[in-house]
């Protein structure tokens, strides 16, 4: 029953969220909202992670609701999902009670941005630098609710491993397995030299370490040949970006109408930002404004007509404004009147980012991968990192608590993925059987 958990229950059994930058789960349950939102969005390019669990964990996932909305004291429940997924709107449905909605939404990128996806779903808006709660609402990631549903600790990840891979699919595996085993599981990369991006096309993170192990938060591998316009996008050096910015913005401000906070009434202004990468020290109160940037990348590879990168340029300006102290004086926004018109078509973004070549799937894999080594970080949560509880050459069954967050700190325990031996402990845990 909903009513039998708590949430010291969510920090023991190590339940984080799992479709960003891993909050833990338990800070949400502590909050009294009007609303639990689900994203269900999934917006990024080729993942296909929160679809797969819906359709084949939708038990799981309506109990985790249920527990988030006793403890939260919501009355409402919402699932915003993609009105294109008609097979699992029916399924959702059929199991959902009458206190729980559906919100159905268009096929655009960042529809899954919690700013957008609580506006779409309550009219409101989140003020610049708040959260949900601001206006009464909590939102958990498919994956956060699953987890929470089954009621025990987290070993595994789900993860879609897409791209220039044999075949697209979604795996759940232990935690702490290769990206390189996820990748042999999904028939291997189909080009030579390969290289990935960890998370997403938009948001995630160059790697070309495939011995790196799957987190709490690795939603998916996008797998690309190293010549890839993205990868070339994602390896460019920082001084490279900045000096193309500064000589070939022409402040067109495509990056700022388009971009999904401007439209929300944010005080975000890419375009202000390139322009500031002209001058050898700006004001930082002239790009205050990028301390609500969401770091979407749609001003990077949507919007700029030049080839240039807004986003970077928002990044850098962050850390100037943070440095300088320098604070936004709040006022009330309002959402652009063109702001439903100036959507982002995830099929012609993935035209636009030359990802059309690869197959847009990622069926859930019946079975759970098994290995024999695992990479357990202990900083794979917002907060702190965990302490080991285990020492090397100590025996683990999957399921034992390895590492815990001290009394009054922000984190989640983390738990054993496979039986084994401490193999060693430095800032992961390995453990071989």
Known sequence: MAADIKPEDM???GIVGAGGAGFPTEVKARSQAEMVIV????CEPLLHKDKELLKACSDDMFSGLRIMMKLTGAKKGAIGIKEKYSDVIDLLNNKKDKDIDLCLLGDFYPAGDEFVLVYLVTGKVIPPGGLPINVGCVVNNVETLVNLGRKRVVTHKYLTVAGAVKNPVTLCVPLGISFGECIEKAGGATVDNPAAL?????MGTFTDDFNAPVTKTTGGLIVLPRDHNLIRRYTMKLEHRNRIGRSACDQCSFCTELCPRYLLGHPIQPHIAMRALGFSSADPAMVVGTLFCCECNLCTLWSCPEDLDPRQACINSKAQVREAGVKWNPREVKPHPLANERRTPVKRLIKRLNLSGFANKGPLQDCIIDTTRVVIPLKQHFGVPAE???????????GDVIATVPEGKLGANIHASIDGKIAAINSAIVIEK
Do not use: F, L
């Open 388 to 398: 080991p509880t285990v020492k090397t050459g100590d025996h683990v069954k999957a």
């Open 11 to 13: 920090r023991s059994w």
């Open 198 to 202: 960890v998370g997403g096309v938009m």
């Open 39 to 42: 994203n269900a969005a999934e």
